[in-house]
């Protein structure tokens, strides 16, 4: 209690002796503290987006003009479309060959080789083509696995035709597949659901045929848990 006194006399000393305590006008003004202002957090990772994104621009922009340069450079390095062969004129497939544009293999993607491959297929060998003697049924796929040689447009247009013709029965295949994987797909959820609702119901069942030997059929959740707080309680 002393020291609590002698602290209280002290400030009334100061109060009465000290008169910027008790003025306010008199007192000096003192310079605000010049807090350092931090960069959001958000705005410097807006940031690096925005610079990360500027260079896959630039990335896109740099293929853009390759893939045009060498689109221009094949287009002019590309040879005359050659006369239409007669009939009684017979041009060695390796001539044809090699009009063709050469195309790098490495730089496309599987669906484009597969399609190119499907276009100008490889000649086979001599010892896997069929011999001149064999049967008329396997005389057919050595016409169908011919190479083919781009001559004119109507000679690919209808190499093209075939092709589609040869796909159509793969295509029914898979539609078919795809309906029947659908059919098997709503019986499988229509079996689930029957066993699912007779499971249901014997659970039902059994559980009234429970209560019913134990007397509390007419016995609720309400009442079960009503009972248990009483008996708690009642400890």
Avoid at 191 to 198: E, K, W
């Amino acid at each position: 209690m002393q020291l609590a006194r002698a602290i209280q006399q002290e400030l009334l000393d100061d109060f009465a002796t000290k008169s910027e305590m008790s003025d306010w006008f008199s007192r000096e003004d003192t310079a605000p503290v010049t807090l350092a202002k931090k960069p959001n957090p958000q705005n410097i990772r807006n940031a690096a987006m925005v610079e990360e994104l500027e260079q896959e621009i630039k990335r896109l922009q740099e293929e853009k003009a390759a893939c045009e340069t060498l689109m221009f450079s094949s287009a002019s390095s590309a040879m005359p479309r050659p006369p239409l062969p007669c009939r009684s004129e017979r041009r060695p497939n390796n001539t044809l060959q090699s009009s063709l544009p050469q195309i790098d293999m490495s730089l496309l993607d599987p669906s484009q080789t597969a399609i190119l491959a499907a276009l100008y297929p490889q000649p086979q060998p001599e010892s896997q083509q069929p011999h001149p003697e064999s049967s008329e049924s396997s005389s057919a796929p050595a016409i169908s696995s011919k190479p083919f040689t781009f001559t004119s447009p109507t000679s690919l247009q209808s190499h093209l035709a075939s092709l589609s013709q040869s796909l159509e029965p793969t295509i029914d295949l898979f539609a078919d597949g795809v309906h029947k994987i659908d059919q098997y797909r709503l019986e499988v959820e229509r079996v689930a659901d029957r066993i699912l609702g007779s499971a249901a119901e014997r659970l039902e069942n059994r559980q009234r045929e429970a209560k019913e030997k134990c007397g509390t059929e007419g016995v609720g959740v309400g009442d079960v848990l009503g009972a248990l707080g009483s008996i708690m309680g009642g400890r």
